[in-house]
DNA sequence: CTGTTAGCGCGTTCAA
DNA sequence: TTGAACGCGCTAACAG
């Protein structure tokens, strides 16, 4: 591969004056940029990024490091970290936790290493993984999933009242036992959903029946053991809210195996919008959050904390959206 | 951020013996090393990852560059690319080429401006792009897709026997207009499935009826559309092959808005094992693909041929499954 | 407006 | 075994 010296010397210039057309910088001599320009494309120059990266100071991808990319709701995300990032010229580097914090320290470490520009997390729960960030200085937003101590660019969903409102509308359709199956404890999400499921029963004086709720992972496999255990009883729930589609996928292969149906025998409302649940019968009651938007948003805060690292740090919160459908109909 | 040379005044020798000690290369006195090591830890010393590729002339970061990261199917295979790679060290940059040539060509670019170790490629057909990396001599395997012109490492699948497969299924089971709603044209798997469809129904001495054959976008959009058009007539298609899970969600839509049943009015078998096609009724039929062994595999080939750039090309190809369901039963 | 010089942080010579 | 010197490819500072 050549390099920019090669392509200096072909149009008869200094290095410096080839990097100077190159990148546009300060002013050049028509006819000498026109010279680098062509011997450039004759020898199909292309920088060495890592060289100039390592000379500037600064390189152009920014990492993302999420839970789960076989979620629908983080591809999504992804997706809009992508289009945010490539719109602006930088390349994105994905990076799955499992939801693991060891993973996740390793990953910030990657970044750290690879000097990544800036960072996209939803978190783990990795306090030192955070703390790694904020020593270095590294420009990084938090999404989906506020982190603790000081002021940090996050972008989070109302995923409490969402929650909460989702609750309350297995109420009005008249449930009497609505359980919960919430994510894995200390994942903020997953605790959020399942404080808004409190706030909605004790607004309404019911119990809140901790038989009723059950932990379990992120997947389809725990949510389906959890979902067992809750329906294979006769003091069973009438309604459940379940915490995300991929869990809810688990939920419905139990009921499936139990003979139970969704709305009729047990009222069914989970979070994220997966087309899918448009096609099972009947439709399942989602509560439908803004995941393009929330990784769009992050990363042009992300993108415009690097440009300046001083400004104050912002909290914007998206709306999610309850669509009920036939699962919450008896 | 502390430098190498940092660590070494620290431990008061040279940036040489810290280098040496830290990458465990030669042999260095016992205290020295213990010394380096020590203040390395305490400082929190992390290499600069640009300035070790600059000078190492190489780099652990390989390029992945799908069609679609939202594809369930492509994600899997991510996964795969993923888990190998990091196995080995090395690190993923994940590229959305949304099937478009260009933008493959664009990410191809930055994948040498980066001096990536390698790039994975599941190529939307820009024959531009596999020219870049084969000039550049720079390693890679086609997955999923094969590429044209000289002999590349390739992982793909058995997709048009597979496609035969699925459409003697149906023929067994007694559908006499068996369309097929294939992917976009010049996409090789899009491309063999309908060869596949093609091949069953000669096989059988039936007609091949080009009125019941429709291309569309791997979406399930486009789909909807194609499904509409084919099954809204009285001389509709009993039966379709459809190319993929996001597509066949288009098709069922349509199906659902014209009161179609599969199975018993139309059936319907896909490519691609989502786990929502056992929740819906009926269950579908789907042609099962091994995507994460096929990122596996991929990947640990990219990584072999790294490590031997002079070694043969080779192709692995892997088998898909049908899995015959109540959506191919009358 | 252009060229020369220097150095980003590292790993690898080559001598001692 | 250790250290000094050099250069990976590039761009920013300084001179001319």
């Known amino acids: 591969m050549p390099k920019i010296s090669d392509v200096a010397s072909r149009a008869g210039v200094s290095p410096a004056t080839a990097s100077r057309v190159l990148n546009g910088k300060s002013t050049v001599a028509p006819e000498l940029a026109e010279r680098v320009q062509a011997a450039a494309a004759e020898m199909q120059y292309r920088p060495n990024g890592l060289a100039r990266s390592l000379r500037r100071r600064e390189t152009t991808v920014i990492a993302l490091i999420i839970g789960d990319v076989e979620n629908p709701f983080f591809t999504s995300l992804a997706r809009g970290v992508e289009d945010a990032a490539h719109a602006d010229g930088y390349s994105v580097i994905l990076c799955n936790s499992d939801e693991d914090p060891v993973k996740e320290r390793r990953y910030v470490d990657v970044a750290l290493q690879e000097r ?30 506020p982190v603790e ?9 109302d995923t409490r009242s969402a929650a909460a409102a989702a609750t309350l509308h297995l109420l009005e359709q008249g449930y009497q036992r609505i359980g919960c199956i919430a994510g894995p404890a200390g994942i903020a999400t997953a605790d959020d959903r399942l404080a808004g499921y409190r706030d909605a029963l004790r607004a309404a004086n019911r119990r809140i029946p901790a038989r009723l709720v059950r932990h379990a992972e992120f997947k389809a496999a725990g949510a389906k053991a959890a979902a067992r255990q809750l329906l294979d009883r006769r003091e069973r729930p009438d309604a459940l809210l379940v915490a995300n589609c991929v869990m809810a996928r688990g939920v419905l292969e139990a009921m499936a195996e139990l003979g139970l149906r969704s709305g009729r025998d047990v009222g069914l409302a989970a979070f994220d919008d997966d087309p ?7 439709p399942m009651t989602v509560i439908a959050q803004p995941a393009h938007d929330l990784g769009l948003i992050a990363t042009r805060l992300l993108l415009s904390r690097i440009a300046d690292p001083a400004r104050a740090a912002t909290t914007s919160t998206l709306h999610a959206t309850l669509i009920p459908r036939g699962s919450t109909e008896r």
Do not use: H
């Open 276 to 282: 899918w649940t448009t096609l099972i019968t009947p």
């Open 116 to 145: 990544a520009a800036g960072v996209v997390l939803s978190s783990a729960g990795s306090t030192e993984s955070i703390g790694m960030l904020r020593d270095q200085r590294i420009p990084f937003v938090a999404v989906d999933r």
């Open 149 to 157: 101590g000081a002021a940090t660019d996050t972008v989070v969903v």
